[in-house]
């Protein structure tokens, strides 16, 4: 079966931040353990046309953000429902959201940033193409916490290009 992206509803987004809980460090992910974070994922202005739920058998199993950083560069954020991490869907799951920001805004580059202790995401990452850029710290959660900066490559750029260019995305950042 194939995972289906649709705008995300109110409802949707109150029932995630409200229900969705993880287990010992992944809490980190909890959308309410930080009220900025909380108050911007319910409010729909906020969220516009940037969130989206996951449908997999019409069944709710997780949520894409698609944020604009500039002309073709898009940063991505990704969650799936707390029972099914750690299960092996990461991969396809985020396959599926990569097709669908290719498909939908046709990106020049597709970045995310994961807290570093998160090691498990940064292997399925890894795995379907991200590259690491850089890592650096951020306040959330009540405290800093050091994040992994990391851009897609595609195999179909590596296999034209050779590699990315990684000179041009710190450019962008800086």
Not at 26 to 47: C, G, H, N, Q, T
Not at 138 to 165: I, P
């Amino acid at each position: 079966m194939t995972y289906i992206l649709k705008t995300m509803t109110q409802q949707q987004a109150e029932f995630i931040a409200h229900t969705w809980h993880y287990e010992g460090d992944y809490s980190f992910y909890d959308i309410e353990a930080d009220k900025d974070d909380l108050v911007e994922f319910l409010d729909p202005e906020s969220r516009g046309d940037t969130m989206f739920s996951v449908h997999k058998e019409d069944e709710l199993v997780g949520f894409f953000s698609v944020n604009k950083m500039a002309a073709g560069y898009y940063d991505i954020g990704l969650g799936m429902r707390p029972d099914l991490t750690g299960c092996g869907m990461g991969s396809e799951f985020l396959k599926a959201g990569i097709d669908f920001v290719k498909s939908r805004f046709s990106p020049v580059k597709i970045m995310l940033s994961v807290a570093t202790f998160n090691e498990r995401a940064i292997k399925v990452y890894r795995k379907i193409g991200f590259q690491d850029l850089d890592t650096f710290k951020q306040d959330t959660n009540g405290g800093t916490y050091e994040f992994l900066r990391m851009e897609y490559v595609s195999q179909e750029e590596v296999n034209r290009k050779g590699t990315s260019n990684q000179i041009e995305v710190r450019r962008l950042l800086k």
